[in-house]
């Protein structure tokens, strides 16, 4: 416990808001960081997450509130006091020095000798595994190498927080999966505090312990990925995090009404606004319309679309109401799959039944 | 027709339209081409030969061996001394007007533009004018020294180096500026910002990333300056008042007043080939034609 201290630092951020004119960039945000913790800020562009990080970092100054690192007050501290990591969007690499210069750069600053400078980059390289590099220009290097540079420079000087602005958004596909998995490695292994701000939900699904999920400055939700997929708050975080389709549904008689028919396995929440169905693809199974353990949605089948490891069948309910259901594809399954035009039966198992509101 | 028939066909297609995009890239530059060759090559050439006779037609090297006199060294030495002066007194102005075009606020780099791009398009013969009479002995600039007590009597600030030195640093600082302004523009500034995440305080972020990254520009501007100020006429002429003897000065006079154009080629060759040695020091050390990111 007393190890992990050394190694990371809580944050704390009360009430911060920032605007720009009338636009609310950060709308009175409060959110508390564990020490050690992997965080995630996910939300779309003009959401406010890149101002947070930014106001974290000390290049946004906000109007009101209040940031502590480890109980410390920073709101009026400069960036260059901060003593946080930090990887940019564009890596931010400086073009004039080689690599070992860049990611000597910090331990420079910080007045380590020379010996100890030349150990540690090493070390750091060595985590990255680029420390056959530590010569090359910056301009020979690979996107994904130098994502990799500018990891191996935010952690040189093993910094207790560790920032970071959509790092894997410029790598392709394959690249950035396996770095996801050795970001998340690395934040085991070294055990720093870690904000990391993404666009992608998957990317912030994969790698965070929790995640704030932010739109207009605020935060609409911060849990765990798991609460945050299966238990979203409202129809914003249902229709944001993974591909759902929210089906509107009627109060009735102290039920919950879908198609004519109830739902069970829903308790409906008096004063609920605008309620909605959240239906997954991958939650969704061909059933036979008594089956017992599922409620049964009933339509017709429109499209059904290959997409590699997984079918997409595409569902008409009625009413301008679509849904997809997801089939791996398996020999076996697919023999069972319709066909366009097909009337079919889906079943939504109770336990995965959730209806949300519309926020407020 | 068989595929096989039909590849070759176009292949033979391909290449011929490839000869005819070739002939029209050489048919448009044409022009540029002999223009260049008329007005630069010819002249230069020309030039050359003429210094290679006396008054006489005789063929001599007397142009040549006459240059290390001491009074011709003497003019060369003034005029590297001024160029180097100006050059210096342009960086050191240039640089931080260049710096606060970039991070002042809009308004004031706009203004800061303005004023330079006004300076640029005014006449040369104007500003140098309006420096004599600026500068003269009952001028503004010593009625201001004088009421704001800095001075007693009017300095003696035209008709000589200093004089000089001023006129021409305000004529050559566009060329210093513009150039610098282009290199600090296409700065990222995340890279100030990086530097500041590692614990660089603003001055050092500056030291450490943002000067070497302007260094190309300055080295662009500084030749610049250099290079023009080397043969650079009018304004030492006018503001020198006969006590400043630059090579294109000394050119002048050999021609105007003695009608040698040996002498006077001679002169400008040696001009020519200095400047075009300093160009080619410049690239080799300031790294000016290796491609930045």
Same mark, same amino acid.
């Given at each position: ?40 800020? +996910? ?25 502590? %690192? ?22 931010? +690499? ?55 540079? &500018? ?18 958004? &410029? ?9 996801? +998995? ?15 701000? !993404? ?14 999920? $932010? ?20 129809? %914003?975080?249902?229709? %944001? ?8 549904? !009627?109060?009735? #008689?102290?039920?919950? $009404? ?18 909605? +169905? ?10 036979? &319309? ?11 089948? !429109? #499209? ?37 035009? #097909? &009337? ?17 | ?39 630069? *090559? ?17 063929? =001599?090297?007397?142009?040549? /061996? ?95 180096? /200093? ?33 500041? /995440? ?11 990333? @943002? ?13 610049? *300056? @250099?290079?023009? =100020? ?42 020519? *080939? ?20």
């Amino acid at each position: 416990m007393s190890e992990e201290h050394k190694l990371s630092m809580s944050i704390d951020i009360e009430n911060l808001t920032k605007t720009y004119g009338s636009f609310a960039a950060l709308d009175d945000v409060s959110l508390s960081i564990k020490s050690g913790e992997f965080l995630s800020l +996910l939300g779309s562009s003009g959401s406010g997450k890149t101002t947070l990080l930014m106001a974290l970092a000390g290049f946004v100054s906000p109007n009101a509130g209040s940031i502590r %690192f480890g109980g410390r007050e920073m709101v009026f501290e400069p960036p260059h006091k901060r003593d946080v990591g930090m990887m940019f969007q564009s890596y931010a +690499l400086f073009p004039h020095m080689n690599v070992f210069q860049n990611v000597a750069y910090p331990l420079k600053l910080r007045g380590y000798s020379r010996a100890d400078i030349r150990q540690r980059v090493q070390q750091a390289l060595a985590m990255v595994e680029l420390d056959n590099l530590i010569e090359r220009n910056i301009t020979e290097l690979s996107g994904g190498q130098r994502q990799r540079i &500018a990891l191996a420079r935010a952690i040189v000087f093993e910094p207790k927080i560790l920032l970071m602005d959509e790092p894997l958004s &410029a790598l392709d596909k394959r690249l950035r999966e396996t770095m996801q +998995l050795e970001l998340r490695r690395l934040h085991e292994r070294l055990g720093m505090t870690v904000v990391y701000v !993404t666009h992608d939900q998957r990317e912030a699904l994969t790698m965070s312990d929790r995640i704030a999920v $932010m739109s207009k400055g605020k935060i609409r939700q911060i849990d765990t990925p798991v609460n945050l997929y299966e238990r979203p708050a409202n129809r %914003f975080i249902a229709e %944001f995090v993974g591909e759902s389709s929210c089906l509107p549904v !009627t109060l009735q #008689d102290g039920q919950v $009404m879908f198609q004519g028919r109830p739902l069970r396995g829903v308790t409906p929440v008096a004063g609920l606004s605008k309620p909605s +169905l959240v239906v997954r693809p991958e939650k969704l199974q061909f059933v036979t &319309a008594d089956a017992s353990d599922y409620n049964c949605l009933h339509g017709h089948v !429109t #499209d059904v679309i290959f997409q590699g490891e997984s079918q997409l069948v595409q569902i008409d309910l009625g009413e301008g109401m679509v849904v997809a259901i997801r089939r791996p594809t398996r020999s076996s399954e697919n023999n069972r799959l319709p066909s366009r035009g #097909d &009337a079919v039966v889906l079943g939504l198992h109770l336990k995965d039944t959730l209806v949300v509101g519309d926020e407020q | 027709m068989s595929a096989a028939e039909l590849g070759a066909l176009n292949a033979r297609e391909l290449r011929n339209a490839e000869r005819r995009h070739r002939w029209y890239l050489f048919g448009s530059g044409l022009p540029a081409l002999l223009l260049v060759l008329l007005t630069f *090559v010819l002249p230069i050439g020309w030039l050359f030969w003429l210094s290679l006779f006396d008054a006489n037609g005789q063929l =001599t090297t007397e142009n040549y /061996t006459r240059l290390l006199e001491p009074i011709y060294i003497l003019t060369f030495v003034q005029t590297f001394k001024i160029s180097v002066i100006v050059t210096l007194v342009c960086v050191a102005v240039g640089y931080p007007y260049a710096y606060f075009m970039i991070k002042g606020p809009r308004w004031l780099s706009n203004l800061a533009m303005a004023l330079l791009l006004v300076s640029l398009w005014t006449s040369l013969l104007v500003r140098t004018y309006a420096w004599l009479i600026i500068l003269q002995r009952r001028g503004i600039a010593n009625d201001l020294l004088m009421s704001l007590g800095i001075t007693d009597a009017p300095l003696a600030l035209v008709h000589n180096l /200093t004089g000089t030195v001023i006129g021409m640093v305000h004529i050559m600082l566009p060329f210093m500026i513009l150039p610098l302004f282009a290199a600090m523009k296409s700065i990222d500034p995340i890279y100030n910002q990086a530097a500041a /995440t590692f614990g660089a305080s603003p001055a050092r972020a500056f030291r450490d990333v @943002f000067l070497p990254l302007s260094l190309p520009g300055l080295a662009a501007g500084a030749t610049l *300056v @250099f290079v023009i =100020t080397l043969g650079f006429y009018v304004t030492p002429a006018l503001l020198g008042g006969g006590k400043v003897q630059m090579i294109s000065m000394r050119i002048e006079s050999d021609v105007s007043m003695y009608a040698n154009w040996g002498a006077a080629s001679s002169l400008g060759v040696v001009l020519l *080939v200095t400047t075009l040695l300093i160009l080619f020091i410049v690239k080799k050390s300031a790294g000016l034609g290796r491609r930045s990111e």
